[in-house]
């Protein structure tokens, strides 16, 4: 019985850390791209405010520290114990419930800047605006509960990650998203002037819109649809840890 039950954990989690460390692989990809990126930004905007650099720094200590955990997590699980099957019997390591709870505050912030601009439209986006917030920000409260969890329960429990605590964050970050990718859509729609070169330039900025927003939603709807499909392992993770 005992073999069974340990047959089945290693099974489980077999299937579970593979996931999490694609979903590593992935993250150390386009964390090389954020920083490249932020790279740009400084050298092509230096007058940029201090309160707009500090959102940008803000943003990427935090994705650094989020994979940070992601990282160290896999080294622990794979390396430091491998072939130790008795690590699935005992407490969740500490960095992988760091891992939702700093991604929460991640997103948070990331969320927020795009909410800015919406904001600075004018008032008769800003119910929107309140609006995804609301979910964005309750969505954070899911990440910590989820978090909690994983601190408070064992590896070999049913599965700390699993259940309505990723689903709801899942589909509020989602719902949060659309709302926000919808409207800046919308407004640079509307702001077409009839002159090629005017609408050329709204064309760009309403792909840029759609690509950066829609690569978020794709990212949630996947993570929301495994999240469903396997609620007892964290393949979800794969897609949830490059958010």
């Given at each position: 019985?005992?073999?069974a039950?340990?047959?089945?954990?290693?099974?489980?989690?077999?299937?579970?850390i593979?996931?999490?460390?694609?979903?590593?692989?992935?993250?150390?990809?386009?964390?090389?791209?954020?920083?490249?990126?932020?790279?740009?930004?400084?050298?092509?905007?230096?007058?940029?405010?201090?309160?707009?650099?500090?959102?940008?720094?803000?943003?990427?200590?935090?994705?650094?520290?989020t994979?940070?955990?992601?990282?160290?997590?896999?080294?622990?699980?794979?390396?430091?114990?491998?072939?130790?099957?008795?690590?699935?019997?005992?407490?969740?390591?500490?960095?992988?419930?760091?891992?939702?709870?700093?991604?929460?505050?991640?997103?948070?912030?990331?969320?927020?800047?795009?909410?800015?601009?919406?904001?600075?439209?004018?008032?008769?986006?800003?119910?929107?605006?309140?609006s995804?917030?609301?979910?964005?920000?309750?969505?954070?409260?899911?990440?910590?509960?989820?978090?909690?969890?994983?601190?408070?329960?064992?590896?070999?429990?049913?599965?700390?990650?699993?259940?309505?605590?990723?689903?709801?964050?899942?589909?509020?970050?989602?719902?949060?998203?659309?709302?926000?990718?919808?409207?800046?859509?919308?407004?640079?729609?509307?702001?077409?002037?009839?002159?090629?070169?005017?609408?050329?330039?709204?064309?760009?900025?309403?792909?840029?819109?759609?690509?950066?927003?829609?690569?978020?939603?794709?990212?949630?709807?996947?993570?929301?649809?495994?999240?469903?499909?396997?609620?007892?392992?964290?393949?979800?993770?794969?897609?949830?840890?490059?958010?």
């Amino acid at each position: 019985m005992a073999s069974a039950s340990l047959s089945y954990i290693l099974d489980r989690f077999k299937i579970s850390i593979g996931a999490w460390l694609v979903g590593t692989f992935i993250t150390a990809l386009l964390v090389g791209m954020l920083l490249q990126q932020t790279f740009r930004y400084f050298r092509l905007y230096p007058k940029e405010s201090w309160l707009m650099k500090c959102w940008v720094i803000a943003a990427v200590v935090l994705q650094l520290f989020t994979t940070a955990m992601i990282m160290y997590t896999s080294y622990d699980y794979l390396v430091t114990h491998y072939l130790d099957p008795a690590v699935f019997l005992g407490r969740n390591i500490w960095s992988s419930g760091t891992v939702p709870l700093i991604g929460a505050l991640g997103n948070l912030v990331c969320e927020s800047f795009f909410a800015r601009r919406v904001y600075m439209i004018g008032p008769r986006y800003r119910v929107v605006v309140f609006s995804a917030m609301a979910m964005i920000l309750t969505s954070c409260g899911f990440f910590v509960a989820l978090a909690v969890q994983v601190y408070t329960s064992d590896a070999s429990s049913a599965s700390p990650f699993s259940g309505w605590l990723p689903t709801s964050a899942s589909v509020l970050l989602l719902a949060g998203d659309v709302q926000l990718t919808a409207v800046l859509v919308y407004v640079l729609h509307q702001g077409r002037s009839g002159i090629r070169r005017t609408d050329s330039m709204v064309d760009l900025l309403i792909a840029y819109a759609i690509s950066t927003g829609s690569l978020i939603c794709i990212l949630n709807v996947a993570s929301l649809v495994v999240c469903v499909v396997f609620p007892h392992d964290v393949i979800f993770s794969a897609s949830t840890l490059v958010l």
